[in-house]
């Protein structure tokens, strides 16, 4: 049963673009959500992340907004560039375990010139 | 540069054959993990290791077996391969066991069972 549901499945924006990727959680056991980023043939690698002591964390160019009454979070990556391509997971505590995540099914972003 | 270093990037294998996969690390983390991650899917985790203190997964196959002789090193056993085991698997490390601790990834190892 998958937990942490995220979309869009995949998106295509234009250099300078924004893009929006959402996620949204059951329950947890711990409040930390981050968000890791994976070029093709690459292991994923932290982005960024967030406690929910703060609705909003930035970056440079990449946010992420927290909502815990809605218990949703999104990511928001401002004037997106072609680098940026790349598949994005959002992850959330597991509900029984404080020590593991859970992945989102992941966003392919694609940034076209 | 410290690192998770992931052998073979491909490895093909035969049904049923026996296959190994090795992680090492140079990052000296408490923590070793392995993941299964099939095309287009988020990460699974298989298993971990807290030192040498084993953390398997409920849902993890009997067919998957791991071994971590020392810190920098964790093995995936995989004993007998369907076509179904198929995938990409990355080992992943972190300082300690919670989860604001991040997780550094190896960039993975793809099998293909024929």
């Known amino acids: 049963q998958q937990q942490v549901k995220q979309s869009p499945q995949s998106l295509i924006v234009q250099k300078g673009g924004i893009s929006i990727i959402n996620c949204a959680y059951e329950n947890t056991a711990f409040d930390y959500f981050p968000w890791y980023q994976q070029f093709p043939g690459k292991g994923p690698a932290l982005l960024i992340a967030i406690r929910p002591d703060v609705s909003e964390k930035k970056e440079g160019r990449f946010t992420i907004s927290f909502n815990k009454s809605a218990k949703q979070f999104s990511l928001h990556i401002m004037d997106s560039q072609p680098g940026d391509s790349a598949t994005y997971f959002c992850a959330a505590p597991a509900p029984d375990s404080w020590g593991k995540l859970q992945f989102g099914a992941g966003t392919q972003v694609v940034v076209t010139p | 540069d410290a690192m998770v270093i992931q052998n073979p990037r491909y490895q093909v294998t035969q049904f049923g054959k026996p296959v190994t996969l090795s992680c090492s690390q140079t990052l000296n983390h408490n923590v070793m993990y392995w993941y299964q991650q099939k095309s287009s899917q988020a990460p699974k985790l298989l298993f971990h290791y807290y030192d040498k203190d084993f953390n398997n997964e409920a849902d993890t196959p009997d067919n998957f077996q791991s071994r971590r002789p020392n810190t920098s090193f964790c093995f995936l056993d995989i004993r007998s391969p369907g076509l179904g085991d198929a995938a990409m698997y990355l080992c992943?490390?972190?300082?300690?066991?919670?989860?604001?601790?991040?997780?550094?990834f190896g960039n993975g190892t793809r099998l293909t069972v024929t």
């Open positions: 992943a490390t972190s300082r300690e066991s919670g989860v604001n601790s991040p997780l550094h």
